[in-house]
Each structure stands twice: as structure tokens, then as C-alpha cells.
């Protein structure tokens, strides 16, 4: 399973730069167990290509996750939402667009998300190639932070989320 090791931090903002592209994310969590399995939708506004993601994350410490994502059909993303809306089981879901940016001089880039689930938040993030890794901050992200989240689980995708009883409609809405 590949390591994911990423820097979180809470914005302010967005920054003040055209994104190369904004992803509209419709991100499902279903409790499977003692694991929590999460399902995105995931579509470019930039190219209208979609995909639909299938993870499962285990923490390994302060920013560092085993990642084991595999691409599922639509069909299967709808039956996992069929599930999630099952009241008798634990899920949640969350909305949200994530705007990318290249970090500059590096082949690295900022992923800047913006979620739509009633409230407004915005979260910073970048995959590092390792836990040593000395970040550069972009004048475009340093203009606009307000403090590290890195390993604070309430900056989480799956605690920012809400969860969904048999009544909610499941849709992607920008506010």
C-alpha cells in the first residue's frame, strides 16, 4: 500500500491565484466493521473527465496514512450510496471543491479545499514526498494561512463530515 504523508493547514481564504483546475467532490464514509471504506465521486470542472475513488486509510502517526485506493465504476459508487443511506448503518458524507495549485520549482502541488456542508471551511493540503520534507511556503498560501491542522483529527475529511439518516438526499450543491 503506498504511504501518504501531507501538511493540512487551515486558510483564511482562497488564494489569491487562478487554480489549474477545481475538482467537485462528493466524498461517502460507510463504517465496515472497525474500518471506515470512502467512496468519491470526483469530477474535473476544467476537462468533465469523472472518476470514482475507493480508499481505505490507516493512520501511521502526525500526517502519515497507508493509502489503498483502488478507481470502481459509477454503479458501484451508486450502490456504496445505497448503502450509506441505510439509517441502521453508520455514514456520513461530505461536498466539497478542492481547487489545485502548482507549488512553484517543485513537481509538487497544494490541493485547496472548500466544503459546501453547511458551514464554511477551508483546508490547505500537500503530499510530501517525506515526514522531513521542508516546505517552501508559496507567497499565494502564506498570504492566506491561519494555522497548521496537520494530525488534528477535527481537520479530518471524515470528522468535517456530516452524517446522513435515511431523510437526507444525497447531491452535490455548491452554495
Not at 489549474?20 to 465521486?41: A, P, T, V
Not at 472518476?51 to 485506493?69: P, Q, R, V
Amino acid at each position: 500500500m503506498p504511504l501518504e504523508i501531507e501538511r493540512k493547514f487551515l486558510l483564511k481564504t482562497l488564494p489569491n491565484l487562478n487554480a489549474k483546475d477545481s475538482i467537485k467532490i462528493e466524498q461517502l464514509y460507510l463504517k465496515n466493521g472497525n474500518i471506515w471504506e470512502r467512496l468519491r465521486s470526483w469530477e474535473s470542472v476544467k476537462t468533465g473527465e469523472r472518476k470514482f475513488i475507493h480508499t481505505i486509510k490507516t493512520s501511521m502517526g502526525k500526517g502519515i496514512n497507508m493509502e489503498d485506493e483502488k478507481l470502481v465504476s459509477e454503479e458501484e459508487f451508486n450502490d456504496f450510496k445505497e448503502q450509506c443511506m441505510k439509517f441502521d448503518r453508520e455514514s456520513r458524507q461530505i461536498f466539497k471543491t478542492r481547487h489545485i495549485y502548482d507549488h512553484p520549482n517543485t513537481k509538487l502541488y497544494w490541493e485547496v479545499d472548500e466544503f459546501h456542508n453547511n458551514y464554511r471551511l477551508i483546508v490547505a493540503e500537500i503530499e510530501i514526498p517525506n515526514k522531513d520534507y521542508k516546505i517552501e511556503m508559496p507567497k499565494y498560501i502564506s498570504d492566506v494561512i491561519l494555522l497548521e491542522v496537520t494530525g488534528l483529527k477535527q481537520f479530518s475529511n471524515r470528522s468535517l463530515s456530516i452524517k446522513i439518516s435515511d431523510n437526507d438526499r444525497i447531491q452535490f450543491k455548491i452554495k
